[in-house]
């Protein structure tokens, strides 16, 4: 469903996107990508900072979708582009709501860590960590913790922390 003004966004069952963008564009593509991955990405509360599970998630997965459309450099670009905004941003862990760079927190931030939780493990694993996440009732960041541990132990477990507390 279009709208002339205002963020794009996903409920239940359908997405509203701001028509201000060639629809062929890899940014329109992207936003498109995101707004549909909350079809899956939506267990986590949106009223605090568990909802980077949300946002995070739904905005790596339209990286996916760009990858698969346009190929790895145009998903490298953005990457790239995450990482120089979120570089110096505080710890994605526990991140106040108010804090001021939420949107580069759980938007950026958040997608370059799961690039590099996805870089430590084989790619079918990886795949294989978010079919697992998205069929699981993963609400909250220590859930996920949990199923990481148990999917793929200790280790994994403590490498997700870690990239989440820098």
Do not use: C
């Not at 939420?102 to 294989?128: C, D, Q, W």
């Not at 960590?129 to 132990?153: H, N, P, Q, R």
């Amino acid at each position: 469903m279009p709208r002339k003004s205002g963020p794009s966004y996903s409920r239940d069952g359908f997405a509203v996107l701001t028509q201000s963008e060639d629809p062929t564009s890899p940014l329109f593509v992207k936003t498109l990508a995101h707004e549909v991955a909350h079809f899956w990405w939506n267990k986590a509360a949106t009223d605090n900072w568990q909802d980077w599970l949300n946002e995070s998630f739904a905005e790596f997965s339209a990286l996916m979708a760009i990858e698969h459309i346009f190929g790895k450099e145009m998903k490298d670009k953005f990457l790239m582009e995450f990482e120089s905004l979120s570089s110096t941003l505080s710890p994605l862990y526990q991140f106040q709501r108010s804090d001021k760079n939420v949107h580069n927190l759980m938007y950026k931030k958040g997608p370059v860590i799961l690039e590099a939780f996805s870089a430590n493990i084989k790619e079918a694993e990886f795949k294989r960590w978010l079919k697992m996440v998205s069929k699981g009732d993963i609400t909250t960041t220590e859930k996920l913790f949990l199923l990481t541990e148990k999917a793929y132990g200790e280790v994994q477990r403590k490498y997700l922390e870690e990239l989440l507390n820098k």
